[in-house]
């Protein structure tokens, strides 16, 4: 794969590290719907938190190999955190995001114990049954939680005292962008990280890992919590921007469309789940608009075309592609 | 420091009725290269198992350096200096050489756990991986993912991840296995080649390396230690001759 020689050794870990113009366009290109689509902002926010979501779960299952089909779990915690806090009276959207975190984490952080012990199968039955547990205990405490009408009386305060949340979404847009650029420059970082490698190591021979002297357990439960914190942050984002929090941000549907999203995009890879929300959620968009009664059988057909056509997603597609031509070239 | 780096005393597991390791009673001293021999099935895998921790005696004590490890996990052993390579390559199919080594360098040194700094800061790190891979000549190939590698440089990316780790005493299962003759060779030069403090333990079925490697050969049948000592006592003992060698003794006296 890597033809390119390095002076040094260490040359070839400061090359990962460097921006591409590809990535620098990318984020650039992010802000093309303010000037290109200013109707469409609402839907260009909810794109941000979701791809901000997929990348979290990039962290576990593209890069440490932990399957998961409960990551709602995370992202719910985090939005009725802030939608709480919000009903209680404090709607400041900086702190809500910390304490949304700072909940989803600490649920994380306990729920890793688990997690750790297991891989596969097993893996997609305990996230699962985390994710079901905590609709239903959400939807049993309706009290708190407003049950299945959702939680009521959120309002959003300005952000730095000076940027209201509009009808149109340009806050609420600059807003999620803002969010999903800082955490992806912390994940970036992340999996250029020593830290990061031994994710690798665990994605690519986790049984080898313990002869190497690695403390993979602790490893798992490490990564697990820092992706619980972020599907809190997009969570809360979710929460403070559409000012609704309702079981549905906690269930199934949302663990299993955040899963299609990475796939589709391609795992592992950072932008891949960035591409795939993106793409996905256009899509259903698009197709919804197109027939409103039939749309997920597009989305099915797209799911499976992208499956055959491209096994490590339309990001692996695109790469193959890049190569190919500058072989040709 | 002891004079004997690894001990095991009255080490027994057995899966059902079936008796895998019965009595183990050895003492490695510092710096010694054995071969662990005996025919397929006498459970010498499944003794390395047993003293890395990756399977749990039934009884029996495992001590490191005479500090009793039986109840520390694999990856503590390893990091104190108790490492293990397998007889089937298990590395990492998509990083390359000089990660798969750095990611070792850096589990031994404690520094894994750091997500908030670049790797490319650790540049001693780097550094020391890069003078292993050097020393088993991979550097040249040390950019390539590990699955690209040839079968004889995958061999020698397993030794290297257990040099990362700083061992005292490592047990090498079949380091050679699935290699052509004349690359073991060289394979086992690079083994003899290693620091003279660490104690070596390797297994292999090629009577020639054992016999011109190790300096103390031990014969495991069906889940016992059968006999120990140096090549020359091996090849005349007359248990090891009718039980294990059998009709191919004269192949003995080769080395």
Known sequence: ?329 | MSENALATQGVNKSFGSLIVASDIELTLPRGVRYALIGPNGAGKTTLINLITGMLRPDAGRIFLDDEDVTSLAPEQRVRRGLVRTYQINSLFPHLTALESVTLAVCEQRGVARTWWRKLSVYRDEVDEAHHILSSLMLAPVCHRPTRELAYGQQRLLEIALALATRPKVLLLDEPAAGVPRDESKELFAAIAGLPRDITVLFIEHDMELVFRFASRVIVMVGGRVLVEGTPQEIASDPQVRAVYLGKTAGALKHG
């Open chain 1, 1 to 329: 794969m890597t033809t390119e020689t390095f002076a040094g050794p260490q040359d070839f870990f400061q090359a990962q590290l460097r921006w591409h113009w590809i990535e620098i366009a990318f984020w650039l290109a992010m802000l093309l719907p303010f000037v290109l689509t200013p109707n469409y902002l609402v839907l260009a926010s909810q794109i941000a938190i979701t791809a901000l979501f997929v990348l979290s779960l990039d962290l576990i299952l593209g890069f440490s190999g932990i399957v998961s089909l409960g990551h709602a779990a995370y992202f719910g915690v985090g939005s009725y955190t802030v939608g709480l806090v919000s009903k209680w009276g404090w709607g400041e959207p900086l702190t809500g995001l910390l304490l949304g975190g700072i909940a989803a984490g600490l649920f994380g952080y306990l729920t890793s114990f688990i997690i750790a012990r297991f891989r596969h199968l097993a893996l997609i039955m305990i996230t699962l049954g985390i994710g079901l547990l905590l609709v239903e205990a959400a939807n049993s405490a309706s009290w708190l939680t407003g049950g299945f009408d959702g939680l009521q009386g959120i309002h959003t305060w300005r952000i730095f005292n000076t940027f209201r949340f509009d009808l149109y979404g340009y806050t609420a847009y600059g807003y999620s962008l803002a969010v999903l650029f800082v955490v992806f420059l912390v994940a970036r970082r992340l999996i250029h990280s020593p830290f990061g490698l031994a994710l690798r190591g665990i994605r690519e021979n986790g049984q080898r890992m313990p002869a190497i002297g690695a403390a993979t357990g602790q490893h798992i439960r490490t990564i697990y919590t820092i992706a619980a914190i972020i599907a809190g942050i997009a969570g809360a984002t979710l929460a403070e921007t559409t000012e609704t929090v309702s079981l549905e941000s906690l269930g199934f549907q949302r663990s299993a469309d955040v899963l299609v999203m990475l796939i589709l995009g391609g795992t592992g890879r950072l932008y891949g789940g960035l591409l795939g929300a993106i793409v996905y959620m256009v899509a259903r968009d698009q197709f919804s608009g197109l027939n409103p009664q039939y749309w997920y059988f597009w989305i099915g057909l797209l799911l499976i075309a992208v499956v055959v056509l491209l096994p490590n997603g339309i990001l692996g597609g695109l790469t193959l592609l890049a190569r190919r031509l500058k072989v040709a070239s």
